[in-house]
């Protein structure tokens, strides 16, 4: 099944004090290089924050207005690409893979979205597969989505989750980098 991606790389990553998360570097590759890749057999891909160098040829854009939160990045990026089902991902997910996100798409059948868990079990809102009509139903019912909740928007489509994975962990703090 053709999918699009989204990738979220706007956030301020107060929790590195500052230091841009998407281009922090793990094993020689960059945060966003990793999700890039694995996100490489999208029909099209849009990167919702500031330009940077990146391993393949992506889209670019920002929410409006910049720093509007992972709601408002979703609304920016759904502009992209006309695929039926999007693959959003954060861009501070190093572990993920092309056969994690192939397995979030395989996984969709007739729900609105097939997500990852964290490897503690928590559901990844920003690491799964979304039917495109059901993602910006839930986004346009929240009028302005300007530092929205990402759960309470999506709360209502029909999601189903992975059982827990290294691929789900983020990296949100200097101590996840070990993962």
Same mark, same amino acid.
């Given at each position: ?7 979220? +790389? ?6 590195? $004090? ?8 793990l094993d020689g590759v960059s945060l966003l ?7 490489? !057999? ?6 919702? $924050? ?18 509007g939160g992972p709601v408002a990045g979703l609304?920016? $990026? ?50 799964? +597969? ?5 993602? &910006? !139903? &839930? ?20 999601? +189903? ?19």
């Amino acid at each position: 099944m053709e999918f699009d991606a989204v990738v979220l +790389a706007g956030g301020g990553s107060t929790r590195f $004090g500052g230091v841009d998360k998407a281009m922090l570097v793990l094993d020689g590759v960059s945060l966003l290089d990793r999700v890039l890749t694995a996100t490489a !057999g999208a029909v099209a891909t849009v990167v919702v $924050g500031p330009v940077r160098t990146a391993c393949r040829e992506v889209s670019w854009t920002l929410e409006e207005p910049p720093s509007g939160g992972p709601v408002a990045g979703l609304a920016a $990026g759904l502009g992209y690409g006309v695929a039926p089902v999007v693959v959003v991902v954060s861009c501070d997910l190093p572990w993920i893979t092309a056969a994690d996100v192939q397995t979030l798409v395989d996984g969709l059948g007739p729900r609105d979205g097939f997500g990852l868990r964290d490897g503690g079990g928590r559901e990844q809102w920003l690491a799964a +597969a979304y039917r495109r009509g059901a993602l &910006a !139903g &839930a986004i346009a019912q929240v009028g302005d989505p300007r530092d929205k909740s990402v759960r309470r928007t999506l709360a209502g489509l029909d999601l +189903a989750w992975t059982e827990p994975s290294h691929a789900g962990d983020d990296v949100d703090t200097w101590a996840d980098l070990d993962g």
